[in-house]
T-cell receptor
Framework: NAGVTQTPKFRVLKTGQSMTLLCAQDMNHEYMYWYRQDPGMGLRLIHY???????AKGEVPDGYNVSRLKKQNFLLGLESAAPSQTSVYFCASSRTGATEAFFGQGTRLTVV | AQSVTQLGSHVSVSEGALVLLRCNYS??????LFWYVQYPNQGLQLLLKYTSAATLVKGINGFEAEFKKSETSFHLTKPSAHMSDAAEYFC???????????FGKGTTLSVSS
């Protein structure tokens, strides 16, 4: 039972490079989320999706794009990485907004 | 719009002492409230949730929380702390359909022997 799987687990990027983080869930959940976690800041919502083909901005969307082409996958893209995007990124999914969210193990991204 | 404020970024208790982690929420609609725990280098896991049924909610590992609408609070308690409770704890809120789960900034719990 995989749950929520994030790929990759670690990555080092140079400033200006691009990359895509992949989140996959096998629980048939409608809602999916991308958060970033920084010391003292808690988890801040980047983007989220309430169903296949839908996306919405969270509180810190600038510099990121997302896509939800398939219900089970939620991709987070960084078009031109900046040192300020150094963080731990968590993906989560839930059946609805009122039910438990299940989290992946996180992706530790360093931008140099 | 929903928001969560966790009072105290760091709480220290002795083993066997009462644990109290504070959470206040703001929501324009009846909220769904959650407490999550994060152990070092891991993702988050659910401790307990309030979804408009009983106001006193019991979770895993002996934790419980009480929803108080008049105080807009959802504080987390445990009668007797254990060393294994040392972790970071997050309060979260969501609202009506189509809205996202919003987290507080977290409280780090330290337990000393």
């Amino acid at each position: 039972n995989a749950g929520v799987t994030q790929t990759p687990k670690f990555r080092v990027l140079k400033t200006g490079q691009s990359m895509t983080l992949l989140c996959a869930q096998d629980m048939n959940h409608e809602y999916m989320y991308w958060y970033r976690q920084d010391p003292g800041m808690g988890l801040r919502l980047i983007h989220y999706s309430v169903g296949e083909g839908t996306t919405a901005k969270g509180e810190v969307p600038d510099g990121y794009n997302v896509s939800r082409l398939k219900k089970q996958n939620f991709l987070l893209g960084l078009e031109s990485a900046a040192p300020s995007q150094t963080s731990v990124y968590f993906c989560a999914s839930s059946r609805t907004g009122a039910t438990e969210a299940f989290f992946g193990q996180g992706t530790r991204l360093t931008v140099v | 719009a929903q928001s969560v404020t966790q009072l105290g970024s760091h709480v220290s208790v002795s083993e066997g002492a009462l644990v109290l982690l504070r959470c206040n929420y703001s929501s324009s609609v009846p909220p769904y409230l959650f407490w999550y725990v994060q152990y070092p280098n891991q993702g988050l896991q659910l401790l307990l949730k309030y979804t408009s049924a009983a106001t006193l909610v019991k979770g895993i590992n002996g934790f419980e929380a009480e929803f108080k609408k008049s105080e807009t609070s959802f504080h987390l308690t445990k009668p007797s702390a254990h060393m294994s409770d040392a972790a970071e704890y997050f309060c979260a809120v969501s609202g009506q359909a189509g809205t996202a789960l919003i987290f507080g900034k977290g409280t780090t719990l330290s337990v000393s022997s």
